[in-house]
C-alpha cells in the first residue's frame, strides 16, 4: 500500500479555466456514542479536526449542463465513477437545488485511502459542492446547504467548513471549538489496508453510553476522550489493534487513537523529527500499511 508525505506527490497542473479544491482528511480525536436514536442514527459527540493533507478536486465549467468525473492517485482505481460516487451525487444533488445550471468536468486525485474513518468519501463531497459554488458563480443560504450535506452523509457538514469543532447528534449539531496547541500539530495516519463497512461497526456497538466526551483542552481530550467504536472495529479488523499497539511504542507519543469507524489510526506528536522517526520506523516494520505524515489544520 502506498505511503503519503505532507505534501501530495506530483499533482496534474492546473489548467486555466479550472478551479481547485482539496478535501481535507476528517480525523476523530474522540468518539462517543451516546445512543441509537429513533431515526435508526446514532447521537454521537465528537471532536473533528481535519489535516494537510486531501485529496485534490479540480473542475472546470461544460456548457452541456453534464457532470463528469475522472479519477487519479493512488487509491483512484478503487473508487467507482457511477451514479452513487459521493462526488457525483453531491454535484447532482446541487444542480437539483440550483434548478438551472452548467454541468462540470471534474478530475478527483485520490490520496486518501477508501472506506477508512477519515471522511474521505464525505471530503470529496464537501470539496465537490465548494469547488461547484465557486465554479458556477452559485452561493447557497446556510440552511439549503446543510439540507443538501445531510442528505449525502452524517460528516460532509462538518467537513464543508474543514475546521476542528464539536460534532453533536448525526452530525447536524457543530461547534467551533479551537483548542490551544492543536493548530499545525504533526499528526502521523496509519492504515492497515483493511476497508471497514461503517454500518458494520456501528451495528458491533454495545448501546452503552459512557458519557459525555469534555474537550476543554488537548490533555482532557487525551486523558478523558476516547472512540467508543474502536472495539467493535477491532472484532472486525484485529489488525486495527496491532497498528495502535505499534504507535503506543513510538517515542514523543502523545496520544494514539484510531479515527471514525476505522480502520485507520492516528498518532500525535510535539515535533516534526519525532512524527517522522516514528514513520520510519512503521515503514520499516510493516511495509504493507498505508503511512502518512501531516498536521492538523489551522481553523
Known amino acids: 500500500m502506498p505511503h503519503v508525505e505532507a505534501e501530495h506527490a506530483a499533482a496534474r497542473p492546473v489548467e486555466a479555466g479550472e478551479l481547485v479544491e482539496t478535501a481535507f482528511a476528517k480525523i476523530n480525536l474522540a468518539l ?20 494537510e493533507l486531501g485529496d485534490r478536486l479540480t473542475g472546470r465549467i461544460r456548457a452541456d449542463g453534464e457532470i463528469r468525473l475522472e479519477m487519479d492517485g493512488p487509491f483512484g482505481p478503487l473508487l467507482d465513477g457511477g451514479p452513487d460516487n459521493l462526488v457525483i451525487r453531491a454535484a447532482r444533488a446541487l444542480q437539483d ?68 469543532q464539536m460534532v453533536r447528534g448525526r452530525g447536524e449539531i457543530l461547534q467551533p471549538q479551537a483548542m ?63 497498528v495502535l499497539a505499534a504507535l503506543k511504542t513510538c517515542a514523543g507519543l502523545r496520544l494514539a487513537r484510531m479515527s471514525g469507524s476505522g480502520a485507520t489510526c492516528f498518532a500525535l506528536f510535539d515535533t516534526d523529527r519525532q512524527m517522522a522517526e516514528a514513520a520510519a520506523a512503521l515503514r520499516a516494520a510493516r511495509n504493507g500499511w498505508w503511512v502518512a505524515e501531516t498536521r492538523i489544520r489551522a481553523a
Open 32 to 51: 462517543h456514542v451516546r445512543e441509537r436514536r429513533a431515526d435508526g442514527y446514532h447521537a454521537l459527540e465528537s471532536l473533528f479536526v481535519f489535516t
Open 97 to 164: 437545488h440550483l434548478g438551472d445550471s452548467p454541468g462540470a468536468d471534474l478530475r478527483l486525485t485520490k490520496v486518501l485511502p477508501v472506506a477508512s474513518g477519515i471522511g474521505g468519501g464525505s471530503a470529496d463531497a464537501a470539496a465537490a459542492l465548494r469547488l461547484l459554488m465557486r465554479l458556477w458563480n452559485a452561493p447557497v443560504a446556510p440552511q439549503l446547504l446543510e439540507r443538501i450535506t445531510l442528505s449525502l452523509g452524517s460528516d460532509v457538514p462538518a467537513c464543508i467548513g474543514s475546521i476542528p
Open 180 to 242: 490551544e496547541g492543536l493548530s499545525a500539530m504533526p499528526i502521523l495516519l496509519v492504515n492497515p489496508g483493511v476497508a471497514l463497512s461503517t454500518a458494520q461497526v456501528f451495528g458491533g456497538w454495545d448501546r452503552r453510553d459512557r458519557g459525555p466526551l469534555a474537550a476543554g483542552g488537548l490533555e482532557q481530550l487525551i486523558s478523558d476522550g476516547r472512540n467508543d467504536l474502536e472495539p467493535p472495529a477491532m472484532a472486525a479488523a484485529p489488525v486495527i489493534a496491532d
